[in-house]
């Protein structure tokens, strides 16, 4: 028996997502990197990976450590690193697998360069580029001269650069993910041309969320794609058109506590159980509520407190105080982070999985 509010994989279907990203990768002639923050777990990455995967993505020094520490040694760190510590971690690191970090400002370049000189040792980086989603990312009309500045740095190699755009077109978001996929593509490719005509010997041309990275892999002259919520899939994929809900690999199974009225459900999961950094109503997905109730799809997760969940049910439902749902997230990503272990479910039955790397946050 196990205990709710717990996070349920179903390996089957997550094993065809696997495979389906590789064929993708493959078929584009292109690398695949998995963004592994969303599963923060070694022996799924060990499946990506034997699936064809070139290496994995980490957002964290210390996801990639955790990453190295389980046997995988083709690590990039699609995150800039500005701190000494976690600098001196990174390099620490590199000695001893093939890691990339990311830098997105001369300042960190900079710091980076003088902790490699420091420790006699060269570290390879990427340039972040902002494409739109005004994030992290050098502006892309200013990545030309940052380039420039950052390949004149001792003790580093400038290997390439990256973005994370998302389903956005012409700078807003959009349910297109083919013209946002070829929008990205074409725009990195671009301006790694540009850098090439300049003298900077760009290799890598990493981009590529998963609902755009099938599109964006199509453009000649990329060369990786980065996607990581496409190994479970969520509600959110499932409202941009990357997936259906039968492709989605995880749920979240949840008991219902109280039933104060026929229209009320309180479940056992509320803030501390599912993410709230995807909010319903907003573009370009128009989620309704928190996630898709899978035996009750008529009901809505609509609003949530630390520890509790109400569901509004709307067309009736047979539902008792005891009875158990499963609900697919909105963002699984971060609702994976909020958990200590997951049950993989497969024909053999549920085994209890560690997230090694949740909680990572240095």
């Known amino acids: 028996m196990i205990e709710t509010p717990c996070v349920i994989i179903d390996e089957r279907k997550m094993d065809q997502n696997i495979r389906k990203m590789a064929r993708i990768a493959q078929k584009n002639g292109v690398r695949l990197r998995p963004h592994v923050k969303t599963h923060k777990i070694p022996a799924i990455a060990r499946k990506q990976l034997a699936e064809g995967a070139a290496g994995i993505t980490v957002a964290k020094v210390s996801e990639a450590e955790v990453m190295a520490n389980h046997g995988i040694h083709d690590i990039f760190i699609a995150y800039p690193l500005v701190v000494e510590s976690k600098i001196e971690r ?13 830098v997105d400002s001369i300042e960190g370049a900079k710091k980076c360069s003088e902790l490699a000189k420091k420790h006699q040792h060269t570290l390879s980086v990427r340039l972040e580029v902002d494409t739109g989603l005004k994030r992290t990312g050098v502006k892309y009309e200013q990545a030309v001269a940052l380039a420039k500045e950052i390949n004149q740095l001792d003790n580093l190699q400038l290997r390439g650069i990256y973005t994370f755009r998302g389903a956005i077109f012409q700078g807003k978001p959009t349910l297109d993910l083919e013209k946002a996929g070829l929008e990205e593509g074409k725009l990195m490719v671009s301006l790694a041309n540009a850098m090439r005509q300049a003298g900077i010997g760009i290799q890598d041309v990493s981009v590529g969320s998963t609902p755009t990275a099938e599109y964006a892999a199509r453009v000649e002259g990329i060369t990786e794609i980065r996607p990581g919520t496409y190994v479970f899939y969520d509600k959110m994929q499932v409202n941009l058109g990357a997936c259906s809900l039968d492709e989605c690999a995880a749920t979240v199974l949840v008991s219902v506590v109280s039933k104060p009225s026929e229209n009320l459900l309180i479940i056992d999961g509320g803030s501390k159980t599912f993410a709230t950094d995807i909010q319903p109503h907003t573009d370009p997905t128009r989620l309704n509520g928190f996630g898709h109730i899978t035996n009750l799809p008529e009901a809505v997760l609509d609003r949530m407190t630390e520890e509790h969940g109400m ?43 560690t997230v090694a790397g949740r909680g990572k946050l240095d």
């Open 90 to 102: 990174a390099i620490a690191l590199s000695k001893n697998i093939d890691l990339i970090v990311g």
């Open 311 to 353: 569901i509004t049910l709307r067309g009736g439902g047979d539902i008792r105080i005891g009875d158990t749902l499963e609900v697919i997230p909105n963002h699984i990503c971060s609702t994976v982070n909020l958990h200590n272990h997951v049950y993989i479910k497969s024909a053999q039955g549920l085994t209890r999985v």
